[in-house]
């Protein structure tokens, strides 16, 4: 579920901040857009991972999720106005390759939907890294996480009482035996997050 696993990170962070305290205000101007763009990404690329783990195997929603850098190559040109060598060029060609490969419907039942919301997820996921890079110069690195971790915690708990499509999935109060595992998925989420 979406709002423990954030929820989770949420509350680590802020168990954490009196003890190693780190900036929540943007050091200039501009940077609550940036840090927006992030959550939002992230929250997509999330959707459209959870949306796939629903309809096909775990194995193919995580490799099309894993193709972020691949986008990432294609992207940065584009956003971050970098030069893009041939290399990186072919390697990125060679990984949308493997990514035909993964979605053949031969293989697997995968419908075109569930190639597109792969797809989307890598994507997203490409724009949430990217984006990391120009939040450097605004946040300090926990203050994005958290942001992050807040909205998704918020997304969650908004698919916990609306009925949305595949975001959904009701109200589910953890047993005791859960406990540990959604901290310790909220825990590795956070440290996930960190070493973006």
Aim: contains cysteine.
């Amino acid at each position: 579920n979406v709002f423990y696993r954030s929820i989770t990170m949420t509350l680590l962070l802020l168990f954490i901040y009196p003890f190693k305290p780190y900036r929540l205000k943007s050091y200039k101007q501009g940077g609550f857009k940036k840090l927006a763009f992030r959550v939002v990404v992230g929250g997509l690329a999330m959707l459209a991972f959870f949306y796939n783990i629903e309809k096909i195997s775990l194995a193919t929603a995580t490799a099309f999720s894993q193709c972020a850098p691949i986008y990432t190559v294609l992207l940065s040109p584009l956003l971050l106005k970098e030069k893009l060598k041939r290399s990186a060029l072919i390697s990125a060609c060679i990984g949308l390759v493997g990514v035909v490969l993964i979605s053949d419907p031969s293989v697997e039942n995968v419908g075109l939907v569930e190639i597109i919301m792969g797809i989307l997820s890598g994507i997203f996921v490409s724009l949430a890294y990217i984006t990391l890079r120009d939040l450097r110069e605004y946040y300090d690195k926990q203050a994005v996480i958290l942001a992050f971790a807040f909205g998704m915690s918020l997304l969650g708990l908004i698919g916990m009482f609306v009925d949305i499509p595949f975001l959904s999935t009701g109200i589910h109060i953890p047993r005791k035996e859960d406990i540990l595992w959604i901290s310790l998925i909220g825990i590795s989420g956070t440290l996930g997050q960190y070493f973006l």
